[in-house]
Structure formats: C-alpha cells, structure tokens
C-alpha cells in the first residue's frame, strides 16, 4: 500500500500539538473520492478544538486534522458519478490536512479557472456557512436586507458578499 504524510493533533499540556506522521493513502469507498492535496486551509474551529486536546484531559484524543482543501481527483470509489480522475475540485472533509484525502462527492466543488488552489482552499468553510445560513436556514432573498457582524470574519467576507 502506498504511504503518505499527514498532521495529526495529539494532546499537549497546554493544547493540541501537530504531529507529522505517515499513514496509509486511504482507499475511496461507494460515492467517495480520493483527492491528492494541493493547498489546505485552517478554520478558527480546527484552531478552537485544538486548544481542549490538553493531555490532562481523559477524553483528549490523536486525531487527523483539516476540513477544507482543494486538489486533484485521484481516484473514484464505486457510484460516483460526475467526476473525473484529474479534475480540480476543491472541498470540505475531515483528516485534510495530509496529502491524500477521501471524502464523499457531494462535498466537492469544481474550482473556477481563475482560482488558484490556495484561493480555492479559503472557500469552502466560511461561503457553505455563510449560505447555509442566510439561504438555507433564514430562506433570505435578495430582496431582504441584514446586518452581518463580524464582516472581517472568514464567514462574515463571505455573507457580505
């Protein structure tokens, strides 16, 4: 089996730790995709869990880390439809943080051409949010007016947009 290198955050005294550490490229399953790394983003909620990963804590766990990326198709699992192998996609899914990834292929976005894979990586976290916010939970229009607090915020750039 073919090996790769992934963070992982283990527990430290003061917080969580990254640990490098080499694993096994995961294998795709039924309507999963494997995706070869390219650009990786942090969220305030990876940095937020990491600091409870106290090595006094009993339930503090290792753990993969990285819920947002872009990167490659490089392999379809069974029932995936859509997707090419080669295709660059950008996501969010657990244990990213590494240069392979799999993840279900409703989590994937096709990146714009004019994006680089660093851009694209920024993506997914805060504008899923934001939508599932303003348009799936609060059903707003474009009609509606509101008031985004935070603006400045990774979540909030993107509602004001």
Not at 98 to 117: G, H, I, K
């Amino acid at each position: 089996m073919q090996q790769m290198r992934q963070w992982w955050i283990v527990p430290g005294p003061v917080g969580g730790v990254a640990e490098l550490r080499t694993v096994f490229v995961p294998d795709p399953g039924p309507g999963q995709v494997l995706v070869q790394i390219t650009a990786t983003g942090t969220s305030r909620g990876t940095l937020i869990g990491g600091a409870t990963l106290r090595s006094d804590n009993p339930n503090a766990k290792p753990s993969p880390t990285g819920n947002e990326f872009a990167g490659r198709i490089a392999a379809l699992g069974d029932r995936v439809h859509g997707w090419d192998v080669g295709t660059r996609v950008m996501g969010r899914g657990g244990a990213c943080h590494a240069e392979y990834t799999v993840v279900d292929a409703a989590a994937l976005m096709p990146v714009p051409e004019a994006l680089s894979d660093v851009e694209a990586a920024a993506i997914p976290n805060v504008f899923v949010t934001a939508h599932n916010a303003m348009v799936t939970a609060a059903h707003l229009t474009g009609a509606d007016s509101v008031l985004i607090t935070a603006g400045s915020s990774g979540v909030g750039t993107a509602a004001v947009q």
